[in-house]
């Protein structure tokens, strides 16, 4: 890394979801966030990136190692006992990383929706409208919009099958 303004650079684009991948791993979002900037700093300092791959990819897996060496350290198991022995209050703040990444993950499902199931959900899921509000603005009957519906439900079920939901489920 020959300058500073390019790893700031390289901060501000994948800090994100380097933090949401190491709280994947560590479930506590300080320790990711720690995580992220160890990550960074020994990236800058003395990183054997070579250009021959994507840099993303390269983040990714010291993040992923960084992230597994902080669950086999002391450190992991004492505040885990700690947090055994006196319960964290609110687990709130916690969770809205990962709640934001489920609606991420069901937004981008959404738009992978054929046009006719996708605009019947956003209408009736996300601008909270009626039934009989979507058919007309749609100008289709109250029965299509209803089939509209539920087959648009059934393609993204299918879509987000396999996916293990740690916030959104649990609401």
Do not use: C
Request: glycine share 4%; proline share 2%.
């Amino acid at each position: 890394m020959s300058n500073i303004n390019e790893l700031k650079e390289l901060m501000f684009q994948y800090t994100e979801p380097l933090i949401r991948l190491a709280y994947y791993y560590v479930k506590d979002l300080q320790a990711a966030e720690d995580i992220v900037q160890e990550v960074f700093i020994k990236f800058y300092h003395n990183h054997h990136y070579e250009e021959r791959g994507e840099l993303k990819s390269f983040l990714t897996k010291m993040t992923i190692n960084k992230s597994k060496d902080y669950l086999k350290s002391w450190t992991y198991r004492k505040v885990r006992l700690q947090n055994k022995l006196f319960s964290p209050a609110d687990k709130s703040k916690s969770d809205e990383l990962v709640r934001r990444d489920e609606q991420g993950i069901i937004g981008e499902a959404i738009l992978t929706l054929p046009i006719k199931q996708r605009e019947v959900l956003i209408y009736f899921y996300f601008n909270e409208m009626t039934i009989t509000e979507v058919a007309h603005i749609l100008s289709i009957p109250e029965g299509t919009v209803k089939t509209r519906l539920r087959r648009g439900k059934e393609l993204l079920r299918n879509h987000l099958k396999g996916i293990e939901w740690e916030v959104l489920l649990n609401e």
